[in-house]
């Protein structure tokens, strides 16, 4: 089983002081509706293909989910898993998860997306550049650099300017 240190995405310019995010990625996902395809290449971002999941070791990373335990603060050094897929997907990509890995499921709560979606998002569901950016304010490390290709960028921090406030800097 690869570590995620020695998959070919990982490199000396991820291993940042900065939280880190792993996305395990539905490349069937329209690249038009695709929210974070421009972070490819970002620091602390880490691209993981979904059909090479058995390849991966999760272990020891906390696992973003809609049912996890809302999060008010987090390490710079955490690493997170997240799933970007549809929510039809993304349900079979969690049970393959737990099936194999006893992750601590995490959530962001308290932000409202601007994502026109469709119906079968969980109530508290972000798109993914919506919950990295989220991860990152509470990781203390604003990064509006997130937002660089974000069509809805204005929409959502209009739509969270009461929520996002000086104690998440």
């Known amino acids: 089983?690869?570590?995620?240190?020695?998959?070919?995405?990982?490199?000396?310019?991820?291993?940042?002081?900065?939280?880190?995010?792993?996305?395990?990625?539905?490349?069937?996902?329209?690249?038009?509706k695709c929210s974070i395809i421009s972070l490819k290449g970002k620091s602390g971002i880490d691209f993981l293909d979904r059909l090479k999941f058995d390849e991966y070791d999760f272990s020891g990373m906390l696992l973003l989910h809609p049912d996890g335990e809302p999060i008010?603060?987090?390490?710079?050094?955490?690493?997170?898993?997240?799933?970007?897929s549809n929510w039809r997907k993304a349900k079979r990509m969690y049970n393959r998860i737990e099936q194999k890995f006893n992750l601590p499921k995490i959530s962001?709560?308290?932000?409202?997306?601007?994502?026109?979606?469709?119906?079968?998002?969980p109530e508290n569901g972000l798109c993914s550049i919506e919950?990295?950016?989220?991860?990152?304010?509470?990781?203390g490390e604003r990064d509006d650099s997130l937002f660089e290709n974000y069509r809805w960028k204005k929409e959502f921090l209009e739509l969270n300017k009461n929520t996002i406030t000086a104690s998440h800097l």
């Open 72 to 84: 008010i603060k987090i390490s710079k050094n955490e690493k997170i898993l997240l799933v970007d």
């Open 1 to 32: 089983m690869e570590t995620l240190e020695n998959h070919k995405g990982f490199s000396a310019r991820s291993r940042t002081s900065s939280a880190r995010g792993f996305i395990l990625k539905d490349y069937k996902e329209s690249a038009k």
């Open 108 to 121: 962001v709560n308290g932000f409202k997306s601007a994502y026109p979606w469709k119906a079968g998002r």
């Open 131 to 139: 919950v990295l950016w989220t991860l990152k304010l509470i990781a």
